[in-house]
């Protein structure tokens, strides 16, 4: 996904490299400072002083050489004893080192000559402002590496949240009420923005602070390569921990995020069902378990802190154990001018104090990365984490897709076909168990039974809320498997016991779905719906918010404005589900005259407990234990069907 970004990855690389450049070349003005300006010279002095020191080297090491033939009467053998030539090699080696400095000298003196001043303070006067613009460029740099790497952190987080969240919007009902609000919630806002952290990360510090450190190994290397090894001696173990620690991190954050997401689902719930809560009086009961799981997530981020910390002390301390072999072993090699450590060679000639102390100057230039990475492993293993459980959302099918060559339900009244229809949420417990029907096109159908008895089920298969367990549900003609998702919930229309509203306008309720419809057409449908008349006495009319689920109107007014919604739909299927059972009895007088004018000609569900809602009903179907008692008029049932019968009398029983 990154990769869509990719010339804000190259800059970024670029920058980084820009930075490492001049972190070592801040770091390699050491030496000029310490050679040069504290030793009360210019440059000019320098390269000659150096120049000087090279010829009599070599002159000095030649020497050697020949008083070691001369010693091991090179004139009467053909060859030397090993133990001489290995030391006439080792002078060699030492003569070649001397001559590229000198070479090096020759090189640059004449720009010295020309360019460099020519005393001890200008030139530290120069090296200052070196340093000053090489960290202004250095800053720079950073910048322009932060923002791009921020840009596609951000979009990478962009991405990822539309991905997921069109994911989640085709994912079937039943998955959606397994995993739960919060934790959908949480994995596309918290989840993906812990990735995008990762991401930031992964192309910003893991780039530019290892790149910061390859620059310093090169400087010390160029110095000392043998002393570099010495001091990396401590390195395996502390890789070691350091991957130790990255692999609990990951799994401490594998349990923080989980946590993270029941605490959201706990919150979203006591936030949403407010009013249950207060008229429970369960205040304290939903502090108690909000605080129960708040002190989980506490107890898996303080884990992570603890490790955190560990990795910190680990970079810490092998930062300061190079350090220390270094300043040891160098101490030693400058202040005895020695090359040999523990018999083994360290270095071609002696080093001198500039040399040593640029060489500690590039170590502590690498302790200053290793200490900002502690961090980042943490942040990427949380990335991970947040990965694992954001992909499989993006990657997954919906259970509930349309085909890819969809058929077409045709236009007009339709008739709907229930054909041993079998449903079940848990394989072992079947809800439907073949549920057969014929809805005539234009007639309205009231489905009554006893609660549990598949009600519900039955019509949220109808739009393909959920999927035909075994049989199979037509719509003119047509099976709703094979029509295509977006046409098929076209058309139908559906109000639902509790009113879906959103926090916005009343305007945009009535008109979701249909963004583009003009004022009139919503006015038009409002009217039908008996809503005109309250709208109007609010005080912005149609453009007034109706607040969180429409908590700002009665419950007849909100379920007005979903009838109102539907209305404006138009739908060639209408699917009521108990849509008046919670509203007073002046609102469902209004929204029974509203419906009967709109439900004609028109194929209608209904599912109803109350007697007044069956007057709406061409057909009644009958069902209990998920199949089908009894189909046909309310003359009919109440005729032949004595379970009919005895659920009307407990009806007009609870009616009076």
């Known amino acids: 996904m990154t990769l869509k970004y990719r010339w804000s990855l190259v800059g970024s690389f670029f920058c980084c490299l820009c930075v490492a450049v001049l972190w070592g070349?801040?770091?390699?003005a050491v030496y000029p400072f310490v050679e040069i300006v504290l030793h009360d010279k210019s440059l000019h002095e320098w390269v000659d002083d150096r120049a000087e020191k090279s010829v009599a080297a070599i002159a000095k090491l030649e020497g050697e050489i020949a008083e070691l033939k001369v010693a091991g009467g090179l004139g009467d053998r053909i060859a030397l004893p090993v133990e001489t030539q290995r030391s006439i090699n080792r002078l060699q080696s030492e003569i070649k080192t001397e001559e590229k400095r000198f070479d090096w000298n020759q090189k640059l003196k004449p720009y010295i000559t020309k360019y460099a001043p020519k005393s001890a303070y200008k030139t530290l006067v120069w090296l200052i402002v070196f340093?000053?613009?090489?960290?202004?460029?250095?800053?720079?740099?950073?910048?322009?590496?932060?923002?791009?790497?921020a840009r596609v952190g951000q979009r990478t987080v962009l991405d990822l949240q539309n991905d997921v969240f069109r994911n989640v919007l085709d994912m079937e009902i039943s998955e959606m009420d397994v995993k739960g609000t919060g934790d959908l919630i949480s994995r596309i806002r918290g989840e993906t923005n812990v990735i995008g952290q990762a991401v930031m990360v992964l192309f910003g510090k893991t780039v530019r602070e290892p790149m910061k450190m390859i620059a310093c190994l090169v400087g010390a290397a160029y110095v000392n390569w043998r002393l570099l090894i010495f001091s990396c001696l401590i390195c395996p173990i502390a890789g070691y921990l350091m991957i130790a620690l990255a692999r609990v991190t990951k799994r401490a954050n594998r349990k923080a995020i989980e946590e993270s997401a029941k605490l959201l689902d706990r919150l979203y719930q006591a936030l949403t069902y407010q009013r249950v809560v207060k008229a429970f009086t369960m205040e304290d009961?939903?502090?108690?378990?909000?605080?129960?799981?708040?002190?989980?997530?506490?107890?898996?981020?303080?884990?992570?802190?603890?490790?955190?910390?560990?990795?910190?002390?680990?970079?810490?301390?092998?930062?300061?154990s190079m350090i220390s072999l270094s300043v040891l072993a160098g101490g030693y090699l400058v202040l005895n001018q020695q090359t040999r450590l523990f018999g083994i060679l360290m270095s071609s000639t002696a080093m001198d104090f500039g040399?040593?102390?640029?060489?500690?100057?590039?170590?502590?230039?690498?302790?200053?990365?290793?200490?900002?990475?502690?961090?980042?492993?943490?942040?990427?293993?949380?990335?991970?984490?947040?990965?694992?459980?954001?992909?499989?959302?993006?990657?997954?099918?919906?259970?509930?897709?349309?085909?890819?060559?969809?058929?077409?339900?045709?236009?007009?009244?339709?008739?709907?076909?229930?054909?041993?229809?079998?449903?079940?949420?848990?394989?072992?417990?079947?809800?439907?168990?073949?549920?057969?029907?014929?809805?005539?096109?234009?007639?309205?159908?009231?489905?009554?039974?006893?609660?549990?008895?598949?009600?519900?089920?039955?019509?949220?298969?109808?739009?393909?809320?959920?999927?035909?367990?075994?049989?199979?549900?037509?719509?003119?003609?047509?099976?709703v498997r094979q029509a295509g998702l977006k046409q098929l919930r076209q058309r139908i229309g559906y109000v639902t016991q509790q009113t879906m509203l959103f926090n916005d306008t009343i305007s945009e309720n009535i008109a979701y779905g249909q963004p583009t419809v003009d004022r009139a057409k919503i006015i038009e449908a409002a009217k039908k719906a008996h809503a005109h008349e309250f709208i109007q006495d609010l005080e912005l009319g149609y453009d007034a918010n109706i607040g969180e689920h429409g908590g700002k109107l009665s419950g007849g007014q909100r379920q007005r404005l979903s009838l109102a919604r539907a209305i404006l739909k138009n739908p060639d299927i209408l699917i009521l589900d108990e849509a008046t059972s919670q509203i007073d009895v002046e609102s469902e007088n209004l929204i029974h005259q509203a419906l009967s004018k709109f439900i004609k000609n028109r194929t209608t569900l209904i599912i109803t407990h109350r007697i007044s809602t069956l007057d709406l009903a061409d057909y009644i179907i009958l069902m209990s234990d998920g199949k089908v008692v009894d189909f046909g008029t309310h003359q009919q049932l109440l005729a032949r069907c004595p379970d009919y019968q005895r659920l009307r009398s407990l009806d007009l029983e609870e009616a009076a």
Not at 25 to 28: E, I, M, S, V
Not at 384 to 409: E, G, M, W, Y
Request: net charge neutral; charged share 15%.
């Open 25 to 28: 070349a801040n770091l390699g």
């Open 131 to 149: 340093m000053i613009i090489g960290t202004i460029l250095r800053g720079i740099f950073l910048m322009g590496n932060m923002v791009l790497v």
């Open 285 to 320: 009961g939903e502090r108690e378990r909000f605080q129960h799981v708040a002190n989980d997530v506490y107890s898996k981020s303080m884990k992570i802190a603890w490790y955190n910390s560990f990795s910190r002390i680990n970079n810490e301390l092998l930062g300061v």
């Open 355 to 479: 040399s040593v102390m640029v060489f500690f100057g590039f170590l502590i230039g690498i302790a200053d990365p290793l200490r900002k990475m502690a961090d980042v492993y943490n942040t990427i293993q949380g990335g991970v984490v947040a990965a694992d459980r954001v992909f499989p959302l993006i990657d997954q099918t919906p259970l509930v897709h349309s085909p890819k060559n969809p058929t077409v339900i045709p236009p007009g009244e339709l008739q709907i076909e229930f054909d041993d229809v079998k449903f079940a949420y848990d394989p072992s417990k079947p809800i439907l168990k073949g549920v057969s029907a014929v809805i005539p096109s234009g007639a309205s159908v009231a489905i009554m039974g006893h609660n549990g008895c598949g009600k519900s089920t039955l019509i949220n298969l109808v739009p393909r809320f959920y999927e035909v367990g075994e049989g199979s549900i037509r719509i003119g003609g047509v099976d």
